[in-house]
């Protein structure tokens, strides 16, 4: 199957950008009528046929049309902060894509040490693990945000946060209430401070633990999408 991420996309006769169009005619060298599918983000999967294999700008038609293609029965919000190696967080955001996420926000913490991100380029990323999971849904990335403002700003969500201290915590499979709204906030390597903690808890996340051992930040967000996604 061949699935290009075309988020402006109309119906009718609609062109495909320069890079994808180069994609599409010299990479994969697909002609006229060839079939393709395309996605915009938001739940819609096309099917198309191509009329114009220009590889700068390639037309095609649509010829079918599915809504809320790959959608899932919750929303789910991580809020995570990036890992000092960066690899690492990119291969948390191509995994938690798979698995099925809505939003991530990359937060800053008391104890972070990546403070730089480069929003474009893990994008690309994500939308590459659309392409590879087959969904019509594209998560959000949203800007660096501190901790501080963005446990203040979050309504409406049953909301978590996962820490490794030795305080009262429930498991959080235990708590995942079934096609809820759900945010879990995940750490960095030096986990949050004992007073991010305490703050959170104060703005109504209820404490979580991610099992019996201590987790790298990025198998710690796996590990709530994971959890997250059987349980609701």
Sequence with gaps: MHL??????????????ESESKHCVRVLR?????KIYLIDGIGGFYSALIVDDNPRACIVKVIDKKENYGKHNYYFHIAIAPTKNIDRFEWFLEKATEIGIDEITPIITDFSERKVIKPERLNKIITSAVKQSITAYHPVLNPLTKFTDF???QN????YIAHCYDLPRK?????????????????????FSKNEVKNSIEH??????LGNTRLRT???????CHTVSLMS
């Excluded at 402006?8 to 006769?13: H, K, M, T, V």
């Excluded at 409406?156 to 909301?159: A, G, P, R, V």
């Design 151 to 153: 446990i203040k700003e």
């Design 218 to 224: 990025e198998t710690a967000g796996i590990i709530a």
């Design 30 to 34: 697909l002609g006229l009528n060839d």
């Design 4 to 17: 290009f991420y075309t988020p402006d996309i109309s119906e009718g006769l609609y062109q495909l950008s």
């Design 204 to 209: 109504g996340y209820e404490a979580v633990s």
């Design 171 to 191: 498991v959080l499979k235990d708590s995942i209430n079934k096609g809820a709204r759900q945010i879990v906030l995940i750490g960095p390597e030096g986990d």
């Design 156 to 159: 409406n969500f049953d909301k």
